[in-house]
């Protein structure tokens, strides 16, 4: 399968997910906002639900795909659990996570999800164009 064909399925199902959570539970598909919920103990068994169908999908395209999904990462375990630690601050101070603000907040056409998609698009952008500088 071609590497857009893969990310337009991926795409499609992601908003499908979301779409779907949000008609069947009310809730947006922000995944921050679902972590923090499981921790503060408000449908923990909805949000793990979600939470392990996401830890899933790997295995699944792999059993299906008959090869695990093509994911190289270049940085040290350090480097990762920093880069996690600032996306969950960041996700805080934005009220929103990429899935929440990117997805269904765009779709709805939320002023606050605009704001905060062209935050994060050109932060990645400039990141980006500066690492690949750096290199």
């Not at 499981?38 to 999908?57: I, K, P, R, T, Y």
């Not at 999904?69 to 600032?86: D, H, N």
Request: aromatic share 6%; hydrophobic share 55%; glycine share 18%.
């Amino acid at each position: 399968m071609m590497p857009w064909m893969q990310a337009l399925a991926g795409g499609m199902l992601l908003g499908l997910s979301a779409m779907v959570l949000l008609i069947g539970n009310g809730r947006i598909a922000g995944i921050s906002g679902i972590f923090g919920r499981m921790l503060d103990g408000s449908q923990v068994a909805a949000n793990a639900a979600f939470l392990l169908g996401l830890l899933a999908g790997p295995p699944v395209f792999a059993a299906l795909a008959g090869h695990p999904p093509a994911v190289v990462v270049q940085a040290g375990w350090p480097a990762v659990l920093a880069a996690g630690l600032l996306v969950g601050v960041g996700t805080r101070m934005g009220g929103g996570c990429t899935s929440g603000h990117g997805i269904l907040g765009l779709a709805r056409f939320s002023k606050r999800s605009m704001v905060a998609t062209g935050v994060f698009m050109a932060t990645g952008f400039a990141t980006a164009t500066l690492m690949g500088v750096l290199r």
